[in-house]
């Protein structure tokens, strides 16, 4: 049969200070020192700096929200290999061997160059296009529909 263990407590019966040191041991949060993070820049500086080295200060830079541009870009490979799926969900058309598509409609604001192109892409609505995406349409027998500058 196993032991019952006496609680601590009941060894402390008659001591004063219960373990806790002198009279007041254990009573508010001025034997620890403060509550929460109270001397975090006094007497408990050096916890705060192990615990949390970057605890004090400032890093980095945030960009003011009205510079910042929230393009949805996409690959050019990516369109391509979408071509048929967009033709069936009705959001693109065919025109012979050549798939007419309105990237603005797609809620796309850049064309990437990354990605094979396969089919002959004609298009429209784009805002912003890179080179090499260029090189790649033109190369197959596409056409982009620019905004005049």
């Known amino acids: ?8 407590i009941n060894k ?6 219960a373990g806790y040191g002198r009279t007041k041991g254990h009573r508010a949060a ?8 109270a001397g975090s ?21 945030k960009r003011p929200q009205k510079v910042v541009d929230n393009l949805v870009a996409v690959n050019i490979g990516d369109i391509d290999e979408a071509a ?21 409609k797609l809620g796309i604001d850049r064309i990437l160059g990354s ?12 805002k912003a296009i890179t080179s090499r995406a260029r090189e790649k349409i033109a190369g ?8 005049a500058e």
């Open 1 to 8: 049969m196993q032991k019952r263990k006496s609680k601590r």
């Open 115 to 126: 990605g094979k192109v396969t089919r002959k892409l004609n298009l429209v609505g784009v």
């Open 30 to 37: 001025g034997q620890r020192g403060g509550k929460g993070m």
């Open 84 to 104: 048929d799926r967009l033709v069936e969900q009705g959001v693109a058309s065919m025109t012979g061997k050549k798939y007419n598509i309105d990237v603005s």
């Open 41 to 61: 820049e006094k007497h408990h500086y050096i916890k705060v700096m192990q615990e949390n080295p970057r605890y004090f200060g400032k890093w980095g830079f």
């Open 12 to 17: 402390m019966r008659g001591v004063r200070s």
């Open 140 to 147: 197959v027998g596409g056409t982009i529909d620019l905004p």
